[in-house]
């Protein structure tokens, strides 16, 4: 099972305007879809006699502020632990409207993750059973992940420019 | 064991006759405050490890009179917070030093404790001296044992010479106001 | 595309207390944490409890949130390093070669077979550490302090082998991109030689004290199980959830720095409770040893480094006198070498499960996003699943075994 296959297989069942992007990262094979069809291929993919793609390995955000209607994206790793094949899948939202389908119903463990996707980018999971902030305060009024925002503390004063003889 | 030697700590220094012994009861009740600190550990991250180190075997916190750990706070005297402090960890820690008993001190372990240290981000306070006053800092990240040690010998210090009615007095009233602490 | 039949996934129905279910006792409310001395970091667990049953639970984590991954698009990748140390303390060495074996599989950098074997031979020392510890501390919450006291002593004795390699015990920060920072030292290598031939008689002892002590198998066998297709579907990876019967272990399967090299077992479990999950951690360290045995008997002559003069230092020596080394030195430190663009993930198997990389570069000095996979984030939250139905003193040693170290939690 080579990644040439996996892809193929993908765009023939699901047509090309569906899965795109196809670069093979380091060995690993990337693609991209819609948000439409993320819960169905993740299915397919469970189910998939030989693929099997049952292990979600890690799921996070993504913000690119100058890709206009694109700027978010969340990025799935597979595994099909049976074939020792990984998988990356991508798909991006407008910040207007950052609405993925969730996939808790399909793994468990993609619960906390997009907890922390939203946490941190503000990418809504539509249908997760408790998408609140995980790691952050819950008073938090921001998505800190986002590039606009600053690392820095704000409340420090020891780093203003008196000090630093500017 | 039979080269076992037996420590004892110096006796204050006070007027000694045939049967007995004057000294300050400042120096007394220092004397055994500082020889038997509770502490408390508030570990949170990698500093607390170097912590479970310190109390374990090899460095063992336990020679200076520090055997037990005080996991309640009602009953500890030394707070000492080991580890990163984060925002939401924050009203924890004060309420965590308001439980404890008078007299009380504590230790800020580690850089992250002091002062945030590498962390200088949004999420983390820049220092536990925000929220709680705190004696003694302890440098390093995470600082070695032995320098644990020496923060902890430092606050016996403290305990050692501290005036019997600093606790009373309006200079501590007002440090504690400063931190909203009544 | 529609005609995609959805899969009757094994996540449907994880069972809520149901309302009209009668309970024997009025229900009451139980905050465990966050800063409780049993759970061994800062997690909140609000439990509701019929009796001394656990109905159920509700976890509270991001109390020592650092936003490391803020931080990271902030900093060289030089500068990463520091914060890797940070996340799963306990073997910090492991986060380290992770680290430094993504950014090399970014750049091309190939390693000399002599810093792999170090490397190897590091990673299993931390890897001995943590289960040290994790093993420990279980013994201590089943009421057995004397065997924490005794094979803490032991880690001492790695941190020492930690400080002739780098200089520090807990934060190592060791190695560079493209190999070792320093070659290992005849210290060094008496001191590694010593543990591999004292450190068994004290596993033995701790062992022997333990694991046919009557109360701590009543305490622990079937304690906290999760079957092996659960602990699959919440992410499990690493000992917990190899005691659920599955052998994947990223050494074995996708091996990295050399580990094909090497002859060592895969333990599994059976049932995934407590007992298999400290046998398996402590069968994890004789193979470790098994490991670092063989790394030291064929340890390869040659460099410790690679030559990459715009990622590894030069030495300092060179730098006072060699005009080409103080600049190279000068860029490193000051983080002004551009990466190269591209995506990548690597992946170690860390004290406790895949930690995993995932770093995207834009071409600029610092990463455009770095997401780690933390093995225990993601296992953390089956814990309720684990815990339900039994009483509070066993959820305390479910947790215990299942090594979650808050640093690597909430990043
Ligand atoms: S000071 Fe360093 S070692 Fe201590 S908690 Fe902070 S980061 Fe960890």
Redesign the interface.
Known sequence: MTNEQIAQDLVS???ED?IYGIVE??G?L?VTTSVD?I???L??L??HPTFKF?????L?G??FPDAVGQELGV?Y?LHS?EN?V?L?IKLYVPIESPVVPTI??????A???ER?AFD?YGILFEGHPNLK?????DDMDYH??RKE????????QD?IDALFGR | MSDRTIKTVEAPQGLEGQGFFAAKLDDLVGLARANSLWPLPFATSCCGIEFMATMASHYDLARFGAERISFSARQADVLMVMGTIAKKMAPVVKQVYLQMAEPRWVMAVGACASSGGVFDTYSVLQGIDRIIPVDVYVPGCPPRPEQILDGFMQIQELAKTEQRRRRESPEYKALLNSYGIE | MSDVALVSSPNVGIAKPEESKKYVNELTTLNLGPTHPATHGIFQNILTMDGETIIDSEQTVGYIHRAFEKIAERRPLYQITTLTDRMNYCSSPINNMGWHMTVEKLLGIEVPKRAQYMRVIMMELARIADHIICNSILAVDTGAMTGFLYVMQWRENIYEIYEELCGARLTTNMGRFGGMERDFSAEAIRKIKHFLSEFPKALREFESMVKRNRIFMDRTIGVGGISGERALNYGFTGPNLRAAGIDYDVRAMNPYSSYEDFEFDVPVGTTGDTYDRFLVRGEEMWQSLRIIQQAMDNLPEGPYHADAPHYYLPPKQEVYRNMEALIYHFKIVMGEIDAPVGEVYHSVEGGNGELGFYLVSDGGRTPYRLKFRRPCYIYYQAFPEMIKGSTLSDAIITMSSMNVIAGELDT
């Open positions: 069942k699901f047509g569906k990262n380091y690993l990337n069809t819960v169905p291929l299915h397919y469970y189910q049952q292990f979600l390995t890690d996070g993504i913000h990025i790793h632990l020792n990984r990356i808790t119903k399909l793994y468990a463990a619960d906390w993750m922390e941190f902030r995980i790691l952050n305060t800190p992940m925002y600053p690392m820095e503390d704000a409340t420090r780093k």
